[in-house]
């Protein structure tokens, strides 16, 4: 793996190590650019190689077109289901939804990450036309290369109740972690997390971009909530449609095709597919994707956290949303 460390690395290698460092979350070494942690260099062994070159390299060089589409979210607030749902949307000519069809259906095949890349990897980076029009970052939105902006794309960004974050990146970060150690415990990534040590965090700042964003240029960003698609998935994947330039037709509605949509992307669905296409190379170091299906609910996170947890997290949530209309 690290023969493959990219010319992006090498780059930028004065700039990281000039950056601020502070205590990892768990086995991430993170550094602080432009206001948020990223971690850097080739740390992980998940297909896509996360680092903060590469949010460097996009910013020197991307040149995003006006057709393209970006997905944006702070990690496991529900990322992997937009791109899902999106990818359906936008691909529902040439891949037809329900069974009507011949040809499989790419998500029933291959993870949704596979069909839409972070933009923010050594992946990308080597192979960018492989996009096809529809991309995801975690990247803050005032770090975003400047192209993404001034092409005037869509943004969609997705947000989650910060409790139920905190507990997914918990559970996710332990999943991630080689087993030569012991598991994190909550309490000791609680204090990290609060204070934004987390990559792409701090989480409350991250949503706050997008959405002050997505207030000022409505018709450029539009801000989802994972709550609202789970109690109403049909209107919320009308209005992601709409926003990114698919809508679907009278008769489209009248076929079910938006239902259709919504169970092709279920969780129940993409983890039957994730676990079906577990990666069967035993020498390979790439993570399952079975990993990004954990339970998929709303609220799961009050059967770990301490009423005094929840109590921290609601003032910190309830401080920082203030006036920007973001409730749970
Ligand atoms: P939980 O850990 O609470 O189950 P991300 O995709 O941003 O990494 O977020 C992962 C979270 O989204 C996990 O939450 C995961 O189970 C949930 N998730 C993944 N696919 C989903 C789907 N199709 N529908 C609902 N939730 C989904």
């Known amino acids: 793996r690290k023969e493959k460390m990219s010319i992006f690395i090498e780059k930028y290698k004065d700039r990281v190590l000039a950056l601020p460092k502070d205590e990892s979350w768990m086995m991430i070494d993170l550094r602080n650019y432009q206001g948020f942690w990223y971690s850097h260099g080739v740390w ?35 990322t992997t289901w937009l791109k899902a749902l999106a990818f359906a949307i936008m691909n529902r000519t040439k891949f037809k939804l329900g069974n009507c069809s011949s040809l499989v259906h790419p998500l029933r095949n291959i993870s949704p990450h596979d069909c839409v890349p972070f933009i923010e990897t050594e992946s990308f980076l080597n192979n960018p036309s492989y996009a096809n029009g529809l991309m995801a970052t975690h990247i803050s939105y005032t770090s975003l290369p400047e192209s993404i902006i001034s092409s005037g794309c869509p943004i969609v960004y997705i947000c989650r109740n910060p409790k139920d974050v905190f507990v997914s990146s918990w559970h996710f970060m332990n999943k991630l972690k080689d087993n030569s150690s012991d598991p994190m415990e909550l309490e000791n990534v609680f204090d990290l997390f609060i204070k934004g040590n987390a990559p792409n965090g701090p989480l409350w700042d991250h949503v706050v971009g997008y959405r002050k964003a997505s207030l000022e240029r409505p018709d450029k960003v539009l801000f989802l909530k994972y709550e609202e698609i789970q109690k109403d998935a049909n209107n919320e994947v009308k209005k992601l449609a709409e926003f990114i330039g698919y809508p679907f037709t009278k008769e489209e509605e009248a076929a079910g095709e938006i239902e259709e949509v919504i169970k092709l992307c279920s969780f129940e669905k993409l983890r039957e597919a ?17 990993i990004y299906f954990r339970k998929g609910k709303v609220g799961d996170s009050v059967n770990y956290l301490t009423t005094e947890m929840i109590q921290i997290l609601d003032k910190i949530t309830k401080k920082k949303y203030d006036g920007l209309d973001i409730s749970f």
């Open 44 to 78: 992980n062994n998940l297909n896509a190689n996360f680092s903060v070159e590469a949010i460097m390299a996009l910013q020197d060089d991307f040149q995003a077109q006006p057709t393209d589409v970006f997905l944006a979210s702070h990690a496991k607030s529900g």
């Open 274 to 290: 994730s676990k079906a296409n577990k990666d069967g190379d035993e020498t390979s170091n790439a993570i399952s994707d079975e």
